[in-house]
């Protein structure tokens, strides 16, 4: 039985991993990669801890009279622990840049984001951006803009 | 003994103290904390690598490895450790507003990171580190607070946080394997490592730590970062951090990884990232962007160097380091005022005289021509990949002088505009004094290196022997007879 379970924990740490490492490859939305990296970073962490993990073991708690009794690899749990942490930082990093993004673009969509600071580089820099005849092939084609500033927009 | 631990506590302890001064209204003392600190953290690391013997472990914390965390102190983690507050000073955002205190105490922060990353011994530790890099670099690509620097910010730390992800998966995987992650603990460990689940275990490493290393496939984020943000901070990411993440990746392949197939992986990289990076720097016609560009393919050819086997690929990787650290941090301030496209720079040279003389030097430099230490950096990769002999390192040898040749035709470009006569009397800003210092500096050192080139060769020698050993590592940390607690 330990084993059926155990195959349903693999299976889900590594298909949590793909699935967010996916969601992060192929969203544009910019709130559902932030969500996609949660994702995939939970999965790496239930593998971490499965690394670690036995079945006829105890959780690593040491309490005076039992320090015989066999233990549950506590390493990889205090990694995880670390790793937890950083991840929530870095995701409320995310979401803070998520938010001035959508304060100076007025846009959730990564193609139309980056565009926008392309263009607005190109002409810092005194660039002509390049258009249709000189840019790389393959770019997939920007969709017409819907909805353009709106209230909450641009503050400069 | 001084105790080089405090070498990354005290600017971590600037980084957060640093703050307060600015609510206090304590702006003076904001002012010099962080220079002074730096400066104390420099001096530390100055006088272990002056007093230095051998190699030797700190056990912190006072725990034994391998279960205990370790701080592992030798030839190379010094120099590279040493880099770190001297660059972070020679870069330093001065001002006394906000921002400014903002974006020093992230600066700090990245000091205290990239120190740890070069004196720790333990794999989880070294990924704690990096994260604490990335972390404050991603602070400082959003330093500038436009739009295009929070777009930028924001691309950069989903790649950077992708790769995290995929390191952190593949520690996992070498703890399923091994079941240890202290450096010296693995490298007695390192055949379990030699087969497909090992490589993809370093592969999956070598895309964490290659995102700050600007390895090929992940490196996307590194012109739109240094176009929208100071130049000051481009400088301290191309030229300080990524050096650190290439310094964990080579102590990761020389002691984990020993394997000829992990050395084939990082080559194909770094010939992939030559390629791409020098490329796509003869197509940009901003400064900014073609150097940012152009320290992929520099960075391209690091990665090649430290892939050769033995102590050969060793010195040719550090010396291409430290002398691309030196020439694109340089080059980076002066692209400050000159950082737009490259036909406004005309009469450049007019203007700023001693500005554009500087930019030849180093460019010349970054090039290689003969005196000048770029020239002996060049030459120690091509002559190693020549000997090694393979068809990929053949391969490698012919990309990377193809590199050479692309990197002149867009350097002199740049060049040939500096000193063109100006249009229209429209003449380019010349440049802020600081930059100037800061970049003479950084030329003195190159033309020093340049004539002390026997003494430099020596002591290479006798870094990349240590180095390389990997029985000294193992038998300091974990024979217990190097550590002190």
Redesign the interface.
């Given at each position: 039985m330990n084993w059926a379970i155990g195959l349903v924990m693999f299976v889900g740490a590594v298909g949590l991993s793909v699935i967010g490492i996916a969601g992060m490859l192929m969203s544009n939305h910019l709130f559902r990669m932030v969500l996609a990296l949660a994702v995939a970073e939970a999965g790496a962490n239930l593998l971490l801890i499965l690394a670690g993990y036995r079945w006829d073991a105890a959780a690593p708690i040491l309490l005076p009279g039992h320090s015989t009794q066999a233990m549950v690899d506590p390493v990889p749990q205090a990694m995880v622990l670390t790793a937890i942490v950083i991840g929530v930082g870095v995701q409320a990093l995310a979401l803070s840049l998520v938010i001035r993004v959508r304060q100076h673009y007025a846009t959730l969509d990564m193609r139309v984001a980056r565009q926008r600071m392309q263009d607005a580089l190109d002409q810092a820099a005194g660039v002509v951006p390049p258009r249709s005849q000189e840019g790389p092939a393959g770019e997939r084609p920007l969709p017409a803009p819907t909805r353009t500033i709106e209230a909450g927009g641009p503050h400069d | 003994m001084t105790d080089v631990t405090l070498a990354v506590v005290l600017p971590l302890l600037g980084a957060f103290l640093l703050p307060l001064t600015a609510h206090r209204g304590l702006h003076w003392l904001g002012m010099l904390l962080g220079p002074a600190l730096l400066a104390l953290a420099a001096l530390l690391l100055f006088a272990t690598w002056t007093a230095f013997e051998s190699p030797y472990a700190i056990a912190l914390g006072g725990f034994a490895p391998p279960?205990g965390i370790t701080f592992y102190v030798d030839l190379l983690g010094l120099l590279f450790a040493l880099a770190v507050p001297l660059t972070s000073l020679l870069l330093w955002p001065g001002g006394s507003d906000e921002a400014a205190i903002r974006q020093q105490s992230l600066t700090l922060l990245l000091a205290a990171a990239l120190t740890g990353m070069a004196l720790s011994g333990d794999l989880?530790n070294l990924y704690?580190f990096y994260?604490l890099a990335?972390?404050a670099s991603?602070?400082l690509a959003?330093s500038s607070a436009?739009?295009?620097a929070?777009?930028?910010?924001?691309?950069f730390?989903?790649i950077s946080?992708?790769g995290?992800?995929?390191t952190?998966?593949g520690?996992?995987l070498i703890?399923?394997k091994t079941?240890t992650?202290n450096l010296a603990h693995l490298a007695t460990l390192s055949e379990r490592l030699a087969d497909p689940q090992g490589l993809a275990a370093f592969a999956m490493l070598l895309i964490g730590f290659g995102v700050k290393a600007e390895l090929f496939p992940v490196n996307a984020w590194v012109p739109?970062v240094y176009?929208?943000t100071g130049k000051r901070v481009a400088a301290l990411l191309a030229g300080l951090a990524s050096k650190l993440a290439v310094l964990a990746v080579v102590r990761i392949l020389l002691l984990v990884f020993p394997h000829d197939e992990a050395r084939q992986l990082l080559l194909l990289l770094g010939t992939l990232g030559v390629l791409s990076g020098e490329l796509a720097a003869w197509q940009a016609?901003?400064v900014?962007?073609m150097l940012a560009w152009s320290s992929i393919g520099q960075l391209g050819v690091v990665l090649v160097a430290f892939s050769l086997p033995g102590k050969a690929g060793l010195i040719a990787g550090v010396t291409v380091a430290m002398h691309h650290l030196v020439v694109k941090s340089a080059l980076f301030l002066l692209a400050d005022r000159w950082?737009?496209?490259v036909?406004?720079l005309k009469g450049a040279a007019t203007a700023s005289p001693l500005g554009a003389a500087l930019f030849v030097l180093f460019a010349l430099s970054l090039l290689g021509l003969p005196p000048l230490p770029g020239f002996w950096s060049k030459y120690l990769v091509l002559s190693g990949l020549a000997e090694a002999g393979s068809g990929m390192q053949h391969l490698a040898l012919g990309v990377i002088l193809l590199g050479t040749v692309i990197e002149g035709g867009y350097l002199l470009r740049i060049i040939t505009r500096l000193y063109a006569a100006p249009e229209r009397d429209i003449v380019p800003p010349a440049h802020r004094f600081p930059n100037l210092f800061a970049s003479g500096l950084l030329a003195l050192l190159l033309v020093a290196g340049a004539i002390l080139i026997d003494p430099l060769w020596q002591g290479l020698n006798t870094l990349a022997a240590s180095a390389t050993d990997t029985q000294v590592y193992v038998q300091t940390v974990l024979g217990g007879k190097g550590i002190t607690r």
């Amino acid at each position: 039985m330990n084993w059926a379970i155990g195959l349903v924990m693999f299976v889900g740490a590594v298909g949590l991993s793909v699935i967010g490492i996916a969601g992060m490859l192929m969203s544009n939305h910019l709130f559902r990669m932030v969500l996609a990296l949660a994702v995939a970073e939970a999965g790496a962490n239930l593998l971490l801890i499965l690394a670690g993990y036995r079945w006829d073991a105890a959780a690593p708690i040491l309490l005076p009279g039992h320090s015989t009794q066999a233990m549950v690899d506590p390493v990889p749990q205090a990694m995880v622990l670390t790793a937890i942490v950083i991840g929530v930082g870095v995701q409320a990093l995310a979401l803070s840049l998520v938010i001035r993004v959508r304060q100076h673009y007025a846009t959730l969509d990564m193609r139309v984001a980056r565009q926008r600071m392309q263009d607005a580089l190109d002409q810092a820099a005194g660039v002509v951006p390049p258009r249709s005849q000189e840019g790389p092939a393959g770019e997939r084609p920007l969709p017409a803009p819907t909805r353009t500033i709106e209230a909450g927009g641009p503050h400069d | 003994m001084t105790d080089v631990t405090l070498a990354v506590v005290l600017p971590l302890l600037g980084a957060f103290l640093l703050p307060l001064t600015a609510h206090r209204g304590l702006h003076w003392l904001g002012m010099l904390l962080g220079p002074a600190l730096l400066a104390l953290a420099a001096l530390l690391l100055f006088a272990t690598w002056t007093a230095f013997e051998s190699p030797y472990a700190i056990a912190l914390g006072g725990f034994a490895p391998p279960l205990g965390i370790t701080f592992y102190v030798d030839l190379l983690g010094l120099l590279f450790a040493l880099a770190v507050p001297l660059t972070s000073l020679l870069l330093w955002p001065g001002g006394s507003d906000e921002a400014a205190i903002r974006q020093q105490s992230l600066t700090l922060l990245l000091a205290a990171a990239l120190t740890g990353m070069a004196l720790s011994g333990d794999l989880f530790n070294l990924y704690v580190f990096y994260e604490l890099a990335a972390v404050a670099s991603y602070g400082l690509a959003a330093s500038s607070a436009t739009g295009p620097a929070f777009v930028a910010a924001f691309r950069f730390l989903l790649i950077s946080a992708l790769g995290s992800v995929v390191t952190l998966l593949g520690i996992a995987l070498i703890y399923f394997k091994t079941g240890t992650l202290n450096l010296a603990h693995l490298a007695t460990l390192s055949e379990r490592l030699a087969d497909p689940q090992g490589l993809a275990a370093f592969a999956m490493l070598l895309i964490g730590f290659g995102v700050k290393a600007e390895l090929f496939p992940v490196n996307a984020w590194v012109p739109e970062v240094y176009a929208a943000t100071g130049k000051r901070v481009a400088a301290l990411l191309a030229g300080l951090a990524s050096k650190l993440a290439v310094l964990a990746v080579v102590r990761i392949l020389l002691l984990v990884f020993p394997h000829d197939e992990a050395r084939q992986l990082l080559l194909l990289l770094g010939t992939l990232g030559v390629l791409s990076g020098e490329l796509a720097a003869w197509q940009a016609r901003d400064v900014t962007r073609m150097l940012a560009w152009s320290s992929i393919g520099q960075l391209g050819v690091v990665l090649v160097a430290f892939s050769l086997p033995g102590k050969a690929g060793l010195i040719a990787g550090v010396t291409v380091a430290m002398h691309h650290l030196v020439v694109k941090s340089a080059l980076f301030l002066l692209a400050d005022r000159w950082g737009g496209a490259v036909d406004r720079l005309k009469g450049a040279a007019t203007a700023s005289p001693l500005g554009a003389a500087l930019f030849v030097l180093f460019a010349l430099s970054l090039l290689g021509l003969p005196p000048l230490p770029g020239f002996w950096s060049k030459y120690l990769v091509l002559s190693g990949l020549a000997e090694a002999g393979s068809g990929m390192q053949h391969l490698a040898l012919g990309v990377i002088l193809l590199g050479t040749v692309i990197e002149g035709g867009y350097l002199l470009r740049i060049i040939t505009r500096l000193y063109a006569a100006p249009e229209r009397d429209i003449v380019p800003p010349a440049h802020r004094f600081p930059n100037l210092f800061a970049s003479g500096l950084l030329a003195l050192l190159l033309v020093a290196g340049a004539i002390l080139i026997d003494p430099l060769w020596q002591g290479l020698n006798t870094l990349a022997a240590s180095a390389t050993d990997t029985q000294v590592y193992v038998q300091t940390v974990l024979g217990g007879k190097g550590i002190t607690r």
